[in-house]
């Protein structure tokens, strides 16, 4: 059974501050690997990382995709109070939407 | 904003209770998708329909039932309702699932009293 483990569970920073969260997977068909950021309500998406090695930015946040060790990391710098969300990491083995597996995510509050 | 569409928001109901949930995709996507995300459990994946059809079923209970029409939008029901139940009922939508990307409504939350 595909497993996706996400940590910390919950984080609490102050705004500034440079976070990092974890994510690392057990799956059988490894295709992707996606970060989702949640606010309020819908999950958006922020990143598909493919290739190991190789970072993918958006602004201040960052990911990168360790396939030998089965692993990635999402960092946001200069953390702000809107970055304030649960960051959920999904891995895609491929075969239809049986093969999207979410980790449980990790909360993230950032205060002023 | 996503794209897609979900209604209702919010929903109050008693156990034993039947109720429908319904979806828009995204404007040209085939597929539609159904996740059940509870404080305990994350996102659980329920169900995918891809053009009408039923493509892939994962933690779905039999009292649940989902439909595709051929307008593309989704129906999810959910029968004998029990306290359990209570999740907020997230549609996703793609064009078609080839790398994990999703778009998501803004949910439906469920509440069984």
């Known amino acids: 059974e595909d497993k996706v483990v996400q940590s910390p569970l919950s984080l609490v920073v102050h705004e500034g501050d440079t976070v990092t969260l974890n994510c690392s997977y057990e799956?059988?068909?490894?295709?992707?690997l996606l970060w989702y950021k949640q606010e309020k309500k819908a999950p958006t998406f922020l990143f598909m990382l493919?290739?190991?090695?190789i970072e993918k930015k958006s602004g201040r946040l960052s990911s990168i995709l360790d396939k030998k060790e089965l692993f990635s990391i999402l960092n946001i710098t200069a953390t702000q109070t809107g970055d304030s969300a649960v960051y959920l990491c999904?891995?895609?083995?491929?075969?239809?939407?049986?093969?999207?597996?979410f980790g449980k995510g990790t909360h993230l509050i950032i205060q002023p | 904003d996503s794209g897609v569409t979900q209604t209702p928001k919010h929903l109050i109901t008693a156990t034993g209770q039947r109720v429908t949930l319904r979806c828009s995709p995204r404007s040209g996507d085939l597929s539609v998708y159904w996740y059940q995300q509870s404080l305990d459990q994350g996102l659980q994946f329920l169900i995918q329909y891809y053009n009408g059809e039923e493509r892939a079923k994962g933690n779905i209970l039999e009292r649940f039932s989902a439909q595709q029409f051929p307008d593309l939008h989704s129906e999810l029901n959910l029968s004998s309702l029990e306290l359990g139940d209570s999740a907020l009922y997230f549609c996703?939508?793609?064009?078609?699932?080839?790398?994990?990307?999703?778009?998501f409504g803004e949910g439906s939350r469920l509440t069984v009293l």
């Open positions: 996703a939508s793609s064009v078609i699932l080839n790398t994990g990307e999703l778009f």
């Open positions: 493919t290739s190991s090695g």
């Open positions: 999904a891995v895609y083995s491929g075969g239809g939407a049986d093969g999207l597996t």
């Open positions: 799956v059988t068909n490894f295709r992707s």
